[in-house]
């Protein structure tokens, strides 16, 4: 009897252990929520953690700036977390006011261009897999004419469009490139496919027959005017390729959740280095999808051109500007 307790109380103990040692994590998604593939990526990141035993997490979905704030400033008085993570250029400017007043909590800013303290910066180089995005999109482009579509006027919406536009021009030097942010009367420019559709039927009218969207689920109203009028689309984030396959070229993604995992990873051995780094095509941070449903529609000549090209974009070749 008195080793079956001994057991039980080394299994109890070792329980115990096991979850002291759990980080704890707090997320503040942007705005449009689990609803959109940016912060979903964060999620599934942290929800694998989780599963793995590994930590324990808690996920709130601000729907504006006065929110952000509030939610951020929450996980913080809490002193409950090891680590805040925060998403997207429109938090990260909450969060500049925050970490101000807590010197001593961790934070994680996934996908802005801000250098805080006490925070890990992650950004993205999502200029080079656009302007990827953009040579596809003048190769197969009959008008001469492509589009984006991107959610705000903001220094990283705009590395989207403007590495498409070099993309096409190299491929197409007189190519027609049109741009139409989400406007701001928009009630959530992530997540309004009407306007989405709308904005993008008014491009095709112009002649643009390959238009990229970066406005998360705003994007799924581009899809329908690509289907009904016979053009193609380029989705964003996530792979959305399959969402009406043929019509979707390809999708520019983010490897969100790769970050997101390795930076909970090195903060569990210890490993805690504030400040900014931009990741890109040659750690596999950014890419495009794998063509699953468009390889033979696009033809071997065309994907080689492209995978020659991002050769030369991460050998420097190619220099793409933000």
Do not use: W
């Not at 039927?201 to 899809?223: K, P, T």
């Not at 993604?253 to 890109?280: H, K, Q």
């Amino acid at each position: 009897m008195k080793k079956l307790l001994s057991v039980l109380l080394v299994v109890f103990m070792c329980s115990m252990a096991a979850a002291a040692e759990k980080l704890n994590v707090g997320l503040v998604m942007s705005s449009g929520g689990l609803g959109t593939g940016f912060n979903q990526m964060a999620y599934s990141a942290l929800e694998k953690l989780e599963e793995e035993g590994r930590i324990e997490f808690k996920y709130v979905e601000p729907v504006n700036v006065s929110e952000d704030l509030e939610y951020l400033r929450d996980f913080s008085n809490s002193g409950e977390y090891d680590l805040i993570v925060a998403m997207g250029s429109v938090v990260a400017e909450s969060l500049k006011e925050v970490v101000k007043d807590y010197p001593n909590q961790k934070y994680a800013l996934i996908g802005a261009s801000l250098d805080l303290d006490n925070t890990i910066t992650i950004d993205f180089a999502e200029h080079e897999m656009s302007f990827m995005a953009g040579a596809l999109a003048a190769m197969m482009s009959e008008n001469k004419a492509v589009g984006t579509i991107p959610a705000m006027d903001t220094k990283s919406f705009n590395r989207f469009k403007n590495g498409f536009r070099q993309g096409a021009q190299y491929v197409e030097g007189d190519i027609k490139v049109l741009n139409t942010y989400m406007p701001t009367t928009s009630s959530n420019p992530f997540n309004d496919p009407v306007t989405g559709k709308n904005i993008a039927q008014m491009m095709m009218d112009r002649g643009a027959d390959v238009i990229m969207h970066v406005a998360e689920g705003s994007g799924r109203g581009l899809f329908e005017a690509a289907k009904e009028n016979g053009t193609y689309a380029i989705g964003c984030d996530v792979d959305e390729d399959g969402e009406i396959p043929g019509t979707i070229l390809t999708s520019v993604r983010v490897r969100i959740d790769n970050a997101v995992y390795s930076l909970v990873e090195d903060l569990m051995v210890g490993t805690f280095n504030p400040g900014y780094r931009m990741e890109g095509l040659a750690t596999g941070a950014v890419s495009l999808t794998d063509f699953n449903y468009t390889r033979d529609i696009i033809g071997k000549k065309r994907l080689a051109q492209l995978e020659q090209i991002k050769d030369d974009i991460v050998a420097g070749k190619i220099v793409v500007s933000q």
